[in-house]
């Protein structure tokens, strides 16, 4: 795939070139028209290639064609920004300097077009080898299935300062517990848990009260507040159900997506993933990092599901070898699929919250990013080593260049050399290496431990 896209790069510059020169020399374009005119054209030639050639991308042409610019615009300014970096403040010659600036805009246009302009989430699915298919509604097969389901399902619901959509959670689950009950889909005895996880308002209070109105409600409170993975794993755990489903309280998840989930359960499928059908509620900013980060995760080898994130079903068998991972840093969207079971995905169309605050504001997305990475993945790691190689082999050309500049060249200013290379670059470099180093020795300081990962204060 880079092959092709390196393919199509020559091939659009080398027909941008001479559209640029045509436009000079026979039209008598000026120079800024001519260069629109060879860019204008280049761009929508790498475009079409990529998009039938390379990529073979079947998503919506204007949306495609959307990211597309973004990628490019963000390849292109940090091109010009690395050209002028060595141009002025390293004095590099222009053309030297230009070389430089290809390799940050390959990289970026490359992942950017292959991760987030010509990505096709189902495509990506299938490539994982889950099951994607959607249940029918109710066909005759899908009818018996249903009459000899009976599953005794769980939902376990993580809650920290979540007052404020509690009744409103509980009563549309019973809604929809009522409904797959009476269709023979569940058993009566289903249950829901919530988990509280230290909260600091009345968030126990309330599930105190709906265990004792609403008889399929079950209360766990944690001694502490110990984060939304472990007080998820607690609920696991501690729920006993045949399947069990996990989704966040804030009513985001569209609950109608439980009953294909169910479906998929009674044909065979032991984990349930589901995922977004489009990040339509989220800021440009979200979509963009999160996209980003995908690209990157898959990028060092870890695999998790596009777009999914704690809402999915799984077995009773699948939570037996969840136990078996006692890892203290928890990112369960990459253990999960570590397990190797029948999978499978339901997409959703996700909403907006019913009400509160996100319990993820982005210091906490970065540490459950940063989480995600070093807990999966040794290639940070192994990029050190790399890093130190190409940066020998760069430090050794820009010794070169300051030679020849020193006795042969008179632009050198005297001294400058031997006192900013050695402290900015090497310095630089050996503080990133030591913050990555240091965020794996740490991570080894926390599984040494072997801490409990939470503490049930109280379960009803």
């Not at 997305?365 to 993945?377: D, K, N, P, R, V």
Request: proline share 2%.
């Amino acid at each position: 795939m880079l092959v092709k896209f390196l393919i199509v790069g020559l091939f659009n510059t080398f027909i941008g070139l001479a559209i640029i020169y045509l436009a000079m020399y026979f039209l008598h374009f000026d120079e800024v028209a001519a260069n629109a005119t060879g860019y204008g054209v280049g761009v929508l030639l790498g475009f079409v290639l990529n998009k039938r050639w390379t990529f073979k991308n079947g998503n919506l042409l204007t949306t495609t064609f959307l990211r597309y610019i973004l990628v490019i615009a963000v390849g292109y300014t940090t091109n010009l920004e690395t050209v002028l970096f060595f141009a002025n403040r390293l004095n590099f010659d222009s053309y030297l300097a230009q070389a430089f600036g290809i390799l940050p805009y390959t990289l970026i246009t490359y992942f950017g077009s292959k991760y987030y302009a010509f990505r096709d989430k189902k495509k990506h699915a299938n490539s994982q080898g889950y099951d994607e298919a959607e249940p029918e509604s109710l066909t005759e097969d899908n009818n018996t299935l249903i009459k000899g389901g009976n599953i005794d399902l769980n939902i376990v619901i993580p809650c920290y300062n979540e007052q404020d959509v509690l009744f409103e959670t509980a009563s549309r689950l019973e809604s929809l517990l009522d409904e797959i009950t009476e269709e023979g889909l569940i058993s009566p005895k289903s249950q829901v848990y919530f988990v509280d996880d230290g909260s600091r308002d009345r968030t126990w209070s309330i599930i105190e009260e709906m265990t004792v109105t609403k008889p399929f409600v079950r209360g766990i409170k944690l001694s502490r507040n110990q984060g939304h993975q472990n007080a998820l794993i607690a609920g696991l755990f501690s729920a006993t159900g045949e399947a069990i489903i996990s989704i966040d309280a804030d009513l985001q998840d569209d609950l109608g997506a439980i009953r294909k989930m169910l479906l998929k359960y009674l044909h065979g499928c032991e984990i349930v993933y589901g995922v977004r059908r489009s990040r339509s509620v989220d800021t440009f900013f979200k979509r963009f990092t999160a996209r980003g980060y995908y690209a990157l995760l898959h990028l060092m080898g870890v695999d998790v599901v596009i777009d999914h994130a704690d809402y999915r079903l799984m077995s009773r068998r699948a939570i037996e070898i969840l136990k078996d991972f006692t890892e203290v840093n928890l990112f369960l969207r990459g253990i999960i699929p570590q397990m190797g079971l029948k999978s499978s995905v339901v997409y959703y169309d996700r909403g907006e919250r019913f009400a509160g605050e996100s319990k993820y504001p982005l210091n906490k997305m970065l540490e459950l990013a940063l989480q995600g990475i070093t807990s999966f993945s040794a290639v940070p790691l192994r990029a050190i080593t790399s890093l130190g190689l190409f940066l020998s082999l760069g430090s050794f050309g820009v010794t070169l260049w300051v030679i020849w500049s020193r006795f042969i060249s008179d632009a050198a200013i005297p001294g400058w050399a031997s006192t900013v290379l050695p402290i900015y670059f090497i310095g630089g470099i050996q503080l990133l290496c030591l913050g990555v180093i240091a965020e794996y020795i740490a991570k080894i300081y926390l599984e040494t431990k072997r801490r409990p990962r939470f503490v049930i204060e109280k379960i009803i």
